[in-house]
């Protein structure tokens, strides 16, 4: 599911990048599905995404380092066009009679189209997708010569710059909206005629059309450079699954600069096999969120069992509170998959499914060649596939917008599942010298790489 998550994101970026690029060219046509206006590839839009799949691929093959610079001039972009409307929006909306007033966030009342949507739009919205980058500083660590200091700083940082801005951007956003738009069936009916970007149109309205073209080229750029990275990040994780001996060993082939090549081959093919099931960016939003946030969900598992099997081993980084934050983001990651819907997760443990089965015969083929990776079934399945099970079954039967009167059921339900799995998985965890071999086998391939890896 790691791979899936990442594999699948530069594909996502591409179409966001094309949806708001349609306001210069018909990248992108509106179509009607499920009762939602969506925009969906036109031929064009898919030719250009093809182009622009195989730059992000171009662009990483020659090293971290241009990744590197390119990534770096993109960011400070992206951040300077958010702290500018921030400030313009600020600025206009308490200034002129144009935009909206302090009175947008108490006239509608909190919440007007109820609690659930407000907990839907964390995965369906794109609010914990806008949030996942954190985890492309731990995905690129290992080509970081500081970690120990720089991984913290990375995540913690990243988390916690992002949230002050989106909230900010919030504000800013909730003051600009003319109150004459929300006159018309309020916050839950809001909509822009004719335009597929809210802060550029507000821009618009406001008579700052030189902003609004600006916002307009950042939409562009920003979803962009986002493919560019998890571009980077996605042809890691299959050299990483070929390292463990979990697929093919060519896919941890190298080129001259340390980039695992074929692995950006594949994450390649896999964004256009994305597009194909999923023309739309709003449709590709939910299943990356759940399938992310679900592979989240074995790390807190991971540190509860790491730390009763090796007590004593040195930790650089240490986490308070016992399983208090383990379970806590255990049970974050199972509501987050649950606010999805069904619609978007059966298509997501279908996709589980079928990964286990190109497990199973990946394991038939290695016993056959004699390479078959070790598995540790007692381990992993006594939770996993339950817990898997149960969050389908869950999914299913109290699916949000099938039964809304079960929604708040759910709180309780999957606090119940959280914990049991979670003593399931602490339970059937491996015993202290098989950890000890995996332990020891990393630490020589990371030895391994740091003595061939090319200073790229």
Known sequence: MTWVATVTVPAIET?????YATRFLPFTTAATAGGEVQHVLTPLGYATAVVLLAVFVLLNYFGVKLFAQINNVLVWWKLAIIVLVIVVFLITALGTTQMGSPAN???????????????????????????????QGIELAGETRNPKRNIPIAVIGSVGITAIIYAALQVAFTLGVPEKLLGHGGWEKLSFTNDAGPLAAIATIAGLGWLAFLLYVDA???PADTGLITTAVSSRVSYALARNGNAPAFLARRNRHGVPWIGLLVTFVAGLIVLLPFPSWQQLVGFITSATVISFGVGPLAVGALRRVE???ERPFRLPGKDVIPLLGF???NMIVYWAGWQTNQKLFATILLGYLILLIWQLVGRARGSRPTLDFRSGAVWL????????????LCDPEAHPELFGWVFLINAVVTVVIYVLALRFRMPRARTDELIAEA???GAEEATSSPTS
């Open 15 to 19: 179409e966001g990048a094309l949806t």
């Open 105 to 135: 966030f108490t006239s509608h009342g909190f919440a007007p189209g109820g609690v659930p949507g407000v907990f839907v739009a964390i995965s369906t919205a794109g609010i914990v997708f806008s949030f996942v980058g954190f985890r």
């Open 220 to 222: 562009v750029i920003s």
């Open 311 to 313: 007590p004593q081993r």
């Open 331 to 333: 049970y974050a990651a």
């Open 385 to 396: 596939l339950p817990w898997f099970a149960a969050m389908a079954l869950i999914s299913w």
């Open 443 to 445: 630490e020589e391939e």
